[in-house]
């Protein structure tokens, strides 16, 4: 796979998990916000491989997410 094509299906597994978001009641979540939750932890170690990314977004679940959300906001990285 070339990478742009890597990057857009990465993209769309972002989209179907702000899409579960969504249907629980987090109306606000986009890709984007998924994306930067999980690949913040790849910010110290590097990019993690295929397997490890596609596993990291699939798995994300709503409290690791909203400590994301709350740390960012305290550090002024967010909002």
């Known amino acids: 796979m070339r990478n742009d094509e890597l990057n857009g299906e990465?993209?769309?597994l972002c989209e179907s998990k702000a899409e579960e978001f969504r249907l629980i009641g987090y109306e606000q979540v986009t890709a984007q916000d998924i994306w930067?939750?999980?690949s913040d932890k790849?910010?110290?170690h590097g990019e993690p491989p295929l397997h490890q990314l596609v596993n990291d977004i699939?798995?994300?679940k709503t409290p690791k997410f909203m400590n994301f959300l709350t740390m960012s906001a305290y550090k002024g990285t967010r909002f």
Request: proline share 0%; aromatic share 16%; glycine share 0%.
């Open 10 to 12: 990465i993209f769309t």
């Open 36 to 38: 930067d939750c999980v």
């Open 42 to 44: 790849y910010a110290k």
């Open 58 to 60: 699939l798995s994300l």
